[in-house]
């Protein structure tokens, strides 16, 4: 049966294991206050499949980070990925982290609520943000930004 519908199950004892046939992949998502990257892989990230970014899809650089561009760059994202036959991907969420911001930009949620409306099956969501243990010193000097 084609497309990653359901193959049947084995009977192993009293538990049933469900097969799906098909490709799963990674959804590596960056979100920044000023852009949002979507970049679909395979399991070992090594491959890329896809990409999309909101700098690919509107023309003025502050709508870049916009939560309507991060949707239609992982809409363009999966539709790329279903043609080469994934059917699900796990989610890795990333900020920019460091001695930068650590949570995610306005992007982040609209592309993952993008990816699950496109038809792509949502695994696992998992937040990779780059944490220091201890940082290098921030930018702004011994008395901050003076405005």
Do not use: C
């Not at 469900?18 to 990257?37: M, P, Q, R, Y």
């Amino acid at each position: 049966m084609g497309q990653g519908g359901f193959r049947g199950g084995r009977d192993f004892g009293e538990r049933r294991v469900l097969v799906f046939e098909g490709k799963w992949g990674v959804a590596h998502i960056f979100s920044s206050k000023n852009d949002t990257i979507i970049t679909i892989t395979d399991l070992s990230g090594a491959e890329t499949i896809a990409t999309g970014s909101g700098g690919m899809i509107v023309k003025s650089d502050r709508e870049e980070g916009s939560p309507y561009a991060a949707m239609q760059a992982a809409f363009k994202a999966s539709s790329k990925a279903k043609e080469r036959g994934i059917i699900g991907v796990h989610v890795r969420v990333r900020a920019p982290g460091g001695h930068l911001s650590k949570t995610p930009g306005p992007g982040a949620q609209a592309a993952i609520r993008a990816l699950a409306r496109s038809g792509l099956r949502i695994g696992k969501i998992e937040d990779v943000t780059p944490l220091p243990t201890d940082t290098t010193k921030r930018p702004g000097g011994k008395r901050g930004r003076r405005v």
